[in-house]
């Protein structure tokens, strides 16, 4: 009962002074809607990883050049540095006996450019593979239309594409009615006029795969010139091998890589991953950016914090001859200081409850746009960063609130009464 009536009365002091107690939780309002908001986008974007990395397909070891502690990765760092990889590992990779539980075995190459694809008077930008008729396979993609990439297609250097669902979408009104229509690859100075073949199956929102076109590899080597090596090795950005029991990823990579030592002379210039491995490399990232997200904002709830303080401190100060009154008739100290604790929660907590609604309020607004960047966000509300928001929000509003409730607890009942 004593707590309830110290409550009402904390508020009807705070309601004495509405604007002042309105700025007093705006810093504290600030920082719970930032820390829920930047915490959202930190979680949208570990689901959207997870989801990328299971959009690979299942099974998968990849193949990257370049050693495990340089942070080999050729399928980001494209065909400039794939030095280390040829087309005799693919070839391995596929005959070898030592690798009982291999399905499919297919590379890629990927240039660092995006190149324009031009269909009468409409363009797209796509990313550009290069990669052979296993491709479909290992990546276990459906096809929307037409064929995919052959044998013949590769022995023959033919000038076929394979569109993504998104780049047949830009350049035709209906994608599926792409095979058979021709279009063109600009590559700065050089050009490519293909043929399309096929039109992969929508893969999901803000999937690559979408935007990415597929020719044959020979056809790229033979016809782009950055795509040759000068010394006629048939180098590759990546290998991805499709395992067929997940049980046996993980046996299977170990397999592979003593495979290729054998082949590379015991040099290990490559780096053999799964998907678990980059799962769990994506996810300690998109922990750290949340945990550093979350960290930016809370630096205005501290922001915040210091203000409660210092109008609190105004607070005492205005109110000495009212502290002083009730200590000449028996209050205690700890009733003061109780006093002002009290006040200060209610703002902190009225403060956090505000900054929650808002924070939730702009994660939703936020979530699926791109905000010129032409790549959606995604955002996750979860109740862990509600609670961790709202209670660290009441936790700097009570350490910024003793210092001035132990102020005004301590100050003499004689001089206070004296104060004008």
Do not use: C
């Amino acid at each position: 009962m004593i707590a309830y009536k110290m409550v009402r009365s904390a508020i009807a002091e705070l309601g004495i002074n509405k604007m002042r107690t309105g700025l007093t939780m705006l810093g504290i309002i600030i920082g719970v809607g930032a820390v829920i908001a930047l915490m959202s986008v930190g979680q949208g974007a570990s689901k959207g990883i997870s989801a990328e990395v299971n959009g690979l397909g299942s099974n998968l070891v990849f193949v990257d050049p370049g050693a495990p502690d340089e942070g080999g990765d050729g399928g980001d760092q494209g065909f400039a540095i794939a030095f280390s990889l040829t087309d005799s590992d693919v070839e391995t990779l596929q005959t070898s006996t030592a690798l009982p539980d291999v399905e499919a075995v297919t590379s890629v190459m990927q240039t660092p450019l995006e190149p324009q694809v031009v269909a009468g008077n409409r363009t797209s930008t796509a990313t550009m593979t290069a990669t052979d008729q296993s491709f479909l396979q290992v990546r276990d993609f459906e096809l929307a239309a037409g064929a995919f990439l052959t044998k013949e297609d590769l022995d023959r250097r033919r000038m076929n594409v394979v569109l993504g669902w998104q780049a047949a979408t830009d350049l035709f009104d209906d994608a599926t009615s792409a095979v058979g229509q021709r279009v063109r690859l600009n590559f700065g100075p050089f050009q490519l006029n293909l043929t399309v073949v096929g039109v992969l199956k929508e893969q999901g929102a803000n999937s690559e795969e979408d935007a990415q076109i597929f020719i044959p590899v020979s056809t790229f080597r033979a016809r782009v010139p950055f795509g040759r090596s000068p010394t006629g090795t048939q180098f590759v950005s990546q290998i991805i091998v499709r395992v067929n029991d997940s049980d046996h990823v993980d046996s299977t990579a170990a397999q592979i890589r003593n495979v290729l030592l054998q082949e590379h002379d015991l040099t290990e210039n490559f780096t053999v991953s799964t998907q678990n491995d980059l799962k769990e490399t994506a996810n300690r990232v998109s922990r750290t950016l949340t945990i550093l997200l979350g960290a930016i904002a809370g630096i205005s709830l501290v922001v915040g914090g210091i203000g409660i303080m210092n109008i609190m401190l105004v607070s005492v100060t205005e109110r000495t001859r009212e502290i002083g009154i009730r200590k000449a008739v028996g209050a205690r100290r700890r009733d003061i200081l109780l006093q002002f604790i009290i006040e200060t929660v209610v703002v902190t907590v009225l403060g956090g409850a505000v900054g929650v609604a808002i924070g939730v309020i702009v994660a939703r607004l936020a979530d699926g746009q791109d905000f010129g960047t032409g790549s959606a966000i995604g955002t996750i509300v979860a109740l862990n960063s509600i609670a961790i928001a709202f209670g660290v929000s009441v936790l700097i509003g009570l350490f910024f609130g003793i210092y001035p409730a132990y102020r005004a607890s301590r100050l003499d009942p004689i001089e206070a009464l004296r104060t004008e």
